[in-house]
């Protein structure tokens, strides 16, 4: 697929652009293998605009992080009270699950790959250590005691990121009943024994 067909008419095309062929590219050629120029000469723009709008090849696959950060910090400050901090986190990632849903046909390639790139998977881990770092830090405001906001941050993240990859697994059910599923199994750990545990020893 080809953009060269027009020039946008505006920044958010442009930026649209850019994300749709460096995700096409990448699938096609592999990340290392694909220039800034060559996702700018796809788009139908130059190279200037493509720096214009991402500062380099990897930062095109993680657009929205600013949103995100602020969707997540907000409805965890939103979510009812009385809710456990696992609880108040299920409430909050269901916000960036409809975001990935809303947007699966580019919400699945790229994590496909970012799972293969070494280069994407470092900085898809420090994007993800920057927004447990503000989830946590909205559970403190919450009251959340400043371990337990790390732990239970870190925590549901994994299961957040456990769930989508469930959801790329399985598309016969949605993001929100993979979250759900993810996050009763985390209950489910610390309540149930291992199965066949208590005859482990003789």
Do not use: C
Request: glycine residues 4%; negative net charge; hydrophobic residues 45%.
């Amino acid at each position: 697929m080809s953009y060269t067909q027009g020039v946008p008419r505006s920044g958010a095309e442009a930026r649209r652009r850019l994300q749709q062929a460096a995700l096409e590219l990448y699938q096609e050629r592999g990340f290392d293998q694909t220039t800034t120029a060559e996702i700018a000469a796809r788009a139908g723009v130059n190279e200037r605009t493509f720096f214009r709008h991402f500062p380099d090849k990897r930062e095109v696959l993680f657009d929205g992080e600013a949103d995100l950060r602020a969707a997540l910090m907000h409805e965890v400050a939103e979510a009812p009270e009385g809710l456990a901090p696992l609880d108040v986190l299920l409430h909050a990632f269901r916000i960036a699950g409809r975001i990935l849903e809303e947007n699966r046909p580019f919400s699945e390639p790229r994590l496909a790959i970012i799972a293969v790139t070494p280069a994407l998977r470092e900085r898809d881990l420090a994007k993800a250590a920057s927004l447990t770092e503000a989830v946590a830090e909205a559970l403190r405001r919450r009251g959340v005691h400043d371990r337990l906001a790390d732990l239970a941050a870190q925590t549901g993240w994994a299961a957040f990121h456990h769930a989508a990859q469930a959801w790329i697994d399985d598309p016969s059910q949605n993001l929100a009943a993979h979250l759900s599923q993810a996050f009763n199994d985390l209950r489910d750990l610390t309540s149930n024994p291992i199965p066949g545990q208590a005859h482990a020893e003789v």
